[in-house]
């Protein structure tokens, strides 16, 4: 059975890359018996509570009570996506990654990606020169000195300068491997009607956008005045590439990651001034959106590396117009989300430069909660005695935005909880209601509401789920704990019960994955099971199972299966016997269908006193 070219790129590089090389390059280790252990780097481990098993090529800490592979320990410690840490590793054992069906491509055309990513690295760097050896670098400097961006900045975020001519980086790379075909698809060129490639940034002061690996994928364009055209944007960005789409990036997130870590937090501002500016002055775990709104995939990039978010807004009526629309987004998946509304009139990069780093943490505590920021906004635009029908319409649009937090799952945290009571409690006294009928409304709201489920195995919501193994049932986890003691238990157990037995969504998820190895003539082990795991809680659940089943081997297998089939049989028995009295109780059957029907439930109750068992059903 063929696995897709995906599948067997995971599988070569997790075998050529050690995990204990690997982690070893990120903590110190100790050998500890056969294994390893280390300080674990995602709590405060006085002692080392990290093991790293070589024989399973696995890691685990027991306080976070989490664990996975070569893969999901560096995406958890880089905070990358599983695409990106497959990419590094393959990188790192030197094997060449190619996609299932797509030719491969020639080095330097348009569609290598190192020749793309190659591209932008050297336009980064050209950029940069030229904002100091243009004729024109004396103005472009005048315009950075009177923002208040010091050198060290503009070095750090490798701000640059593009000349004001239409053909000026396709000219320059003329003497370089980088085509003008190669240009246009990293978003550096354009096609013109008639022929021929143009400079896409012209006469603007540039800000290279990198992803969380630092390596440039795209470019922001500020105008400066002096070279704008009538009809010239302020902004330009790059267009969508193969490398760079402007939902899934922040600006200086790479540069910023380090300091979210140590805050807990981190805070989204508008422009790419702002962040350099914030990160002057110490502010360093600012990021800013590369020219749109925040979305879904921005949301689930910043939950990477954090689920507190401090959006800073400028103090215009467009700053509070765009915090609407984020809001429901942030609140609905239960982000912290802090609103801070600047002074009216200025920008983060404008308060900054004029009151500095300790004002700024100042007004930074007077951020507000979503939900607060919510209430505050419709506070101010109905005023302070609007009239009834006004006030419900009021009332109707708040609770509307706490119906979309489910405070039922298991993720909900007690801070929120505590938060929505705070909310009702200022809505009750503001507009003279009862705590009592907000929240019998907010009831009714909820119930016609699509809630979100949470499951093991599935990777639409990456919201906290309870243990998978702790989701198993005794009779379940005894199935696989056999199947990864003896590969000779796996025909048996295959003959003997079917899928719908499993009645916990973890154990389907692994009895399909122990099928599909099986109906492939494949060994069904541990190993390979990792290698079909696209999640850390299911390689968390293997590991867990391993670790109990090795705790077993000395057990007797033969009489374990016999137990398992013995209670599957039981159980099954049981549940026809039910099913049938149902029917014979409700009626449903014609006289002959339950004379049958009643003769079979005698036949299997004697066989059950005399010690047989009916397998029929």
């Known amino acids: 059975?063929?696995?897709?070219?995906?599948?067997?790129?995971?599988?070569?590089?997790?075998?050529?890359?050690?995990?204990?090389?690997?982690?070893?390059?990120?903590?110190?280790?100790?050998?500890?018996?056969?294994n390893y252990v280390a300080n674990c780097p995602w709590h405060d481990d006085s002692r080392p509570s990290l093991q790293i098993n070589p024989d399973r090529q696995t890691f685990k800490c027991w306080v976070c009570d989490i664990g996975g592979d070569v893969f999901s320990f560096l995406m958890r410690m880089e905070r990358l996506e599983f695409r990106e840490a497959l990419e590094m590793l393959a990188e790192r054992a030197g094997i060449v990654l190619t996609s299932t069906g797509v030719p491969k491509t020639e080095p330097g055309s348009p569609g290598d990606k190192r020749t793309q990513l190659a591209a932008l690295e050297w336009a980064a760097a050209l950029f940069h020169r030229h904002l100091h050896e243009s004729p024109h670098s004396a103005t472009v400097l005048e315009y950075l000195n009177d923002r208040g961006i010091n050198d060290a900045m503009r070095e750090r975020?490798?701000?640059?300068?593009?000349?004001?001519?239409?053909?000026?980086?396709?000219?320059?790379?003329?003497?370089?491997?980088?085509?003008?075909?190669?240009?246009?698809?990293?978003?550096?060129?354009?096609?013109?009607?008639?022929?021929?490639?143009?400079?896409?940034?012209?006469?603007?002061?540039?800000?290279?956008?990198?992803?969380?690996?630092?390596?440039?994928?795209?470019?922001?364009?500020?105008?400066?005045?002096?070279?704008?055209?009538e009809r010239s944007a302020k902004?330009?960005?790059?267009?969508?590439?193969?490398?760079?789409?402007?939902?899934?990036?922040?600006?200086?997130?790479?540069?910023?990651r380090e300091a979210v870590a140590e805050r807990g937090n981190i805070v989204v501002m508008e422009g790419y001034t702002d962040v350099i500016m914030a990160h002057q002055h110490g502010v360093t775990n600012a990021v800013a959106c590369c020219g749109t709104a925040l979305g879904e995939r921005h949301l689930k990039l910043l939950r990477r590396f954090t689920?507190?978010?401090?959006?800073?807004?400028?103090?215009?009526?467009?700053?509070?117009?765009?915090?609407?629309?984020?809001?429901?987004?942030?609140?609905?998946?239960?982000?912290?989300?802090?609103?801070?509304?600047?002074?009216?009139?200025?920008?983060?990069?404008d308060y900054l430069k004029a009151n500095g780093r300790e004002a700024w943490d100042a007004l930074l505590l007077t951020a507000r909660d979503a939900l607060e920021h919510k209430l505050w906004l419709v506070e101010r635009r109905v005023g302070p005695n609007p009239p009834t029908h006004i006030a419900a319409q009021a009332v109707e649009e708040i609770l509307a935005v706490l119906a979309k937090v489910d405070v039922g799952t298991q993720g909900t945290s007690s801070a929120a909880l505590v938060r929505e009571q705070q909310v009702l409690g200022r809505m009750a006294r503001r507009f003279h209601l009862r705590d009592?009928?907000?929240?019998?409304?907010?009831?009714?709201?909820?119930?016609?509401?699509?809630?979100?489920?949470?499951?093991?195995?599935?990777?639409?919501?990456?919201?906290?789920?309870?243990?998978?193994?702790?989701?198993?049932?005794?009779?379940?986890?005894?199935?696989?704990?056999?199947?990864?003691?003896?590969?000779?238990?796996?025909?048996?157990?295959?003959?003997?019960?079917?899928?719908?037995?499993?009645?916990?969504?973890?154990?389907r998820w692994l009895f399909e994955q122990c099928h599909r190895l099986h109906i492939a003539h494949q060994p069904v082990t541990f190993e390979r099971l990792m290698a079909l795991a696209s999640s850390e809680r299911q390689q968390k659940l293997l590991i867990d199972l391993d670790e109990s089943a090795g705790e077993k081997n000395e057990s007797d297998h033969a009489q374990r299966l016999s137990d398992l089939v013995d209670h599957y049989r039981k159980q099954n028995e049981q549940h026809n016997r039910r099913?049938?009295?149902?029917?014979?109780?409700?009626?449903?059957?014609d006289p002959h269908a339950e004379e049958e029907l009643l003769s079979k439930v005698f036949d299997n109750l004697k066989r059950r006193q005399s010690g047989s068992l009916s397998t029929d059903g």
């Open 1 to 34: 059975m063929d696995f897709g070219a995906g599948h067997d790129a995971k599988e070569q590089v997790r075998q050529a890359v050690d995990i204990v090389d690997l982690v070893g390059g990120y903590l110190q280790l100790r050998r500890q018996g056969r």
């Open 157 to 229: 975020f490798q701000i640059g300068f593009a000349a004001p001519d239409w053909e000026w980086m396709v000219r320059a790379a003329r003497g370089t491997k980088f085509s003008p075909a190669v240009l246009e698809r990293v978003g550096l060129a354009g096609v013109r009607e008639g022929g021929g490639y143009y400079d896409r940034f012209r006469g603007r002061l540039i800000f290279p956008i990198r992803d969380v690996r630092s390596r440039p994928i795209a470019f922001g364009g500020r105008v400066l005045p002096q070279f704008a055209e």
């Open 235 to 256: 902004y330009v960005n790059s267009p969508e590439t193969p490398l760079y789409s402007k939902s899934d990036q922040l600006y200086a997130l790479d540069m910023a």
């Open 307 to 349: 689920d507190q978010v401090v959006l800073v807004l400028d103090g215009d009526e467009a700053g509070q117009k765009r915090t609407s629309e984020v809001l429901e987004l942030f609140v609905t998946n239960q982000v912290d989300l802090r609103i801070l509304t600047l002074p009216e009139g200025l920008d983060p990069c």
């Open 436 to 507: 009592e009928d907000l929240r019998e409304r907010l009831k009714t709201l909820r119930r016609g509401s699509t809630r979100l489920t949470h499951t093991v195995g599935e990777e639409e919501t990456e919201a906290p789920a309870e243990n998978a193994i702790a989701m198993l049932s005794r009779w379940e986890r005894e199935i696989f704990e056999l199947v990864l003691s003896d590969g000779a238990m796996v025909v048996p157990i295959f003959n003997t019960i079917p899928l719908e037995a499993m009645e916990s969504r973890p154990a």
């Open 579 to 589: 099913t049938a009295i149902a029917n014979l109780r409700e009626g449903q059957l």
